[in-house]
């Protein structure tokens, strides 16, 4: 049983627009949503956040957005880099505690 | 800049063979993490650790495979034996709080396993 997923594996993008990456998640308990990118062999880091009483949290080029009715958050870059090219997992996180929930990864690529 | 270390970093096995991986977590971090993270799935917690003591370990298979933090510092995680199965990346992450916090975790560049 999924608690978060994230449907597309991969997305290619062209450098300088929009990248949306999204994800669902179905436990109704979790409260805080964070975005990690991993390159490969390398472990992943920390990217952003956001808590369940928000609706947007902007950080720079990334933007992540919570729709909380629909279970539903997407992270927004703009403008895409090619430096952004690797996998991004979102985790959650219920009010119990910080154990987190990963994604299983969407691939971006952008292009140069 | 602190950084989680884990080793080896690669690590090739036969199966019913003994592995064991080590990570030292970010220093003064009580919290510590073991996630494995199979080829284009997402991590998936083995066992939290808040200092010495294990906090959940519901998802590790205890039938083979065994963690421990004995003096709150480093964490070393073992399979015994390995199966086909184990072949992954182990991850080691820490956080300097449990409970809300952030919620944010450092992780290390982990341990590829490879049972052959």
Known sequence: DQQVKQNSPSLSVQEGRISILNCDYTNSMF???LWYKKYPAEGPTFLISISSIKDKNEDGRF???LNKSAKHLSLH???SQPGDSAVYFCAASDNAG????????TRLMVKP | EAEVAQSPRY???EKSQAVAFWCDPISGH???YWYRQ???QGPELLVQFQDESVVDDSQLPKDRFSAERLKGVDSTLKIQPAELGDSAMYLCASSSVLGRGTGELFFGEGSRLTVL
Request: avoid cysteine.
């Open chain 1, 31 to 33: 409260d805080y949503f």
């Open chain 1, 63 to 65: 933007t992540v957005f």
């Open chain 1, 77 to 79: 870059i703009v403008p």
């Open chain 1, 98 to 105: 910080n154990m987190l929930t990963f994604g299983g990864g």
């Open chain 2, 11 to 13: 690590k090739i096995t």
């Open chain 2, 30 to 32: 009580a919290t510590l």
């Open chain 2, 38 to 40: 199979i080829l284009g």
